[in-house]
Structure formats: structure tokens, C-alpha cells
């Protein structure tokens, strides 16, 4: 409720409570009959059957029937503007919504905004990486227009609204649905309608870890079993997990651990890493490369030559990762 509408609804209280009981006072009427003759004089129905004998109650209806049909008038404008208004900016911002959505691609599916998917989607939003989500909850609902995310209302487990949110063309789906079963379903279904999306899921059980793994997830993750895990690390390796959270949370401006990919164009293709400037020029050390095999090389030599699609483990300096990542990008396109 707007503020004009909550400021009309005291107006239009204080008016029904003045015209009581001046009636009250003036004509001695009973309280039930002074709010009657209230109502229907600022309704402006008359019945007649109330009507004030003296001069002072005449005189009184007079001011009822200027203010009073006045606020009344006010008030059912201001609400009706904001009924019609409301319903307008609903179905205009549905339609901008779903052109925003049809012209996604290489974007990322949350299916399911609980506490897991909301922590997801606000480091997406932070980093700038395009997603949508699919929930069927309204109250959700809510909280995602209220943060201005893209959103389709509905089941992540029936295809079309998989489908609604471009899975055809999105580059990963996250699933982090209240229940195993309906995660597994989610992956089935996207993998047959897209073979390549990158699949993302949690899990409560090692039993279903290994489900969703054969059912087509890129990667499982239980939060219980990392959260016991970290735990654990919190009470027999402290200082190791101090630095652990200062290179992976963004919030850390003086040691960050980032992955920057090797594109074709990248002028470190085929140089050696001794020989890359990596070191000398960003500061930066490179603690492991994943291959596009998915194989993780460990601490490289300074003998190891940077391929195509490599992903260098940088850590280093916020300012300086972002500007060798800016820097690869740059190059690259450039050629």
C-alpha cells in the first residue's frame, strides 16, 4: 500500500468516526444509527430515512458532504489508478521480461531459489555472468522481482518450462531442487534436450551422488559433506583454511585465486611458462592447470607449454588478475 492510500484510508477513518459522533452528539441519535446516516451521505445514496432536524446537524452534514465525499472520491481513484497501473506494469514488464529471456544465450538455468540457489545466483549477478531462474514458489517469486532477476514462474521438472528458459541455448544448469529425485529428473531432461550443457547439481547422499554423476552431472556437490569438511579443517588445519577463504572469497582484494582461459588467439599459445611473464609482469603464480581433458596439472614447471583451451590456476593480487584476464581477452579478439 502506497503511502497517498494509507494517507486517504486515515482521512476517510477520521471522517467516518467525526461523522458519528458529531450525529452522536448533535441529533442523539444511537452510535449504529450516526454511522449509518455517515455511510450513506458520503456514499451519496440518501435512503432518507435519517435525516437531521436542527439547524446544528444540518450544518454538520453540510461539512460531512464536502469533505467526506471528497476523500471517498479521492480514495477510489487512487486505488483504482494503482489497480490499473499495477496490472499494466505486470503484463509490460512480463513482455520485457520474455524478450530479455528469448534473446539469452550461453546463459545459466538455477532450478530452485532456496538458500543454495540465492547464494549461486547473487555471485552470478556479481561476477555478471547472464542466468535466469525457474521456481514455482509466489512467495520466491517475490523476492526475485523485488531483486530484479529474470525468472520464469513454474516446475523445473516438465520440459517446457526448461525450454521456456532457452536450455537449448544456455551453457550450464544448476540444480538445487528441495529433493534428489527431482534434481535426477532435471538432469535427464536436459541432457536430452541439450547434450552439451554443463550440469551442475546437489546432493544429500553418497548414494545419489553417484546416481546423478551416471545420469549425466558434470559435477555433484553435497553442501553437508563440504560444510562437515570445512569444519573439520576449521579445527585441525586453521591456518590452512584462513587461506583458503582469503583467495576464494570475492570480497579479498589482496589474495585472489582466479582461472583464466587460454583462448586460440591468446598470445601465450605455445610459449613456455618460465617464458610467459606471467611471473615478472602480473606478479601472479600459477598453482595448476586444467587440461580441456579435465586433467589437473599440479604446481607446472617453468618448462610446461601453455596450450589451447588451458585454464591457468592464477593466484595473485585482485588488481592483477583482473587485468591479465582483460588482457588475454583483449588480445584474443583483437586477432
Given amino acids: 500500500m502506497t503511502y497517498k492510500i494509507r494517507l ?10 467525526t461523522g458519528t459522533l458529531g450525529y452522536h452528539l448533535i441529533e442523539g441519535w444511537s452510535f449504529l444509527d450516526s454511522f449509518y446516516t455517515t455511510i450513506i451521505t458520503i456514499a451519496t445514496v440518501g ?4 435525516h437531521p432536524i436542527s439547524l446544528s446537524g444540518r450544518l454538520f452534514t453540510i461539512f460531512l458532504v464536502v469533505f467526506g465525499v471528497g476523500a471517498m472520491a479521492y480514495s477510489v481513484t487512487l486505488v483504482m ?41 547473487r555471485e552470478l549477478a556479481r561476477e555478471k555472468v547472464p542466468f535466469i531462474v525457474i521456481e514455482r514458489s509466489q512467495e520466491v517469486i517475490e523476492k526475485i522481482e523485488d531483486e530484479g532477476l ?31 529425485a527431482e534434481n535426477l529428473y532435471v538432469i535427464l531432461a536436459a541432457k536430452e534436450l541439450n547434450p552439451r550443457i554443463f550440469i551442475l547439481s546437489r546432493s544429500v547422499d553418497d548414494i545419489s551422488e553417484r546416481r546423478l554423476l551416471k545420469a549425466g552431472a558434470d559435477r555433484v556437490m553435497s553442501p553437508y559433506t563440504e560444510g562437515g ?12 583454511l584462513d587461506f583458503i577463504e582469503i583467495t576464494t572469497k ?32 602480473y606478479g601472479l603464480i600459477i598453482v595448476a592447470v586444467k587440461k580441456e581433458t579435465g586433467r589437473m596439472i599440479y604446481n ?21 588478475l583482473i587485468l591479465f584476464s582483460r588482457e588475454c581477452a583483449t588480445s584474443g579478439q583483437e586477432k
Avoid: W
Avoid at 490499473?84 to 506494469?89: F, I, P, Y
Avoid at 513454474?154 to 526448461?162: I, W
Avoid at 569438511?229 to 590452512?240: F, N, Q
Avoid at 582461459?261 to 613456455?272: K, R, V
Fill in 8 to 17: 486517504s484510508v486515515i482521512i476517510l477513518f477520521l471522517i467516518f468516526v
Fill in 47 to 50: 435512503y432518507g430515512d435519517f
Fill in 81 to 121: 489508478e494503482n489497480l490499473v497501473e499495477g496490472r499494466l506494469k505486470k503484463v509490460l514488464g512480463r513482455g520485457k521480461l520474455e524478450k530479455k529471456i528469448n534473446s539469452l544465450k550461453d546463459h545459466y538455468i538455477i532450478c530452485g531459489f532456496g538458500r543454495i540457489g540465492y547464494l549461486i545466483g
Fill in 150 to 180: 529474470m525468472y520464469i514462474r513454474g516446475s523445473a521438472t516438465e520440459d517446457r518450462f526448461l525450454l521456456a528458459a532457452g536450455i537449448e541455448r544456455a551453457r550450464g544448469i544448476v540444480c538445487v531442487l528441495p529433493t534428489d
Fill in 229 to 240: 569438511m570445512k569444519m573439520a579443517m576449521a579445527i585441525l588445519r586453521p591456518a590452512m
Fill in 250 to 281: 570475492r570480497q579479498s582484494l589482496e589474495l585472489r585465486m582466479e582461472e583464466v582461459d587460454i583462448g586460440e588467439n591468446s598470445p601465450l599459445q605455445g610459449t613456455l611458462l618460465g617464458e610467459s611473464g606471467i611471473r615478472s609482469k
Fill in 300 to 320: 607446472p614447471s617453468a618448462s610446461y607449454v601453455i596450450e589451447n583451451k588451458d585454464k591457468l590456476i592464477a593466484l595473485g593480487e585482485d588488481g592483477n
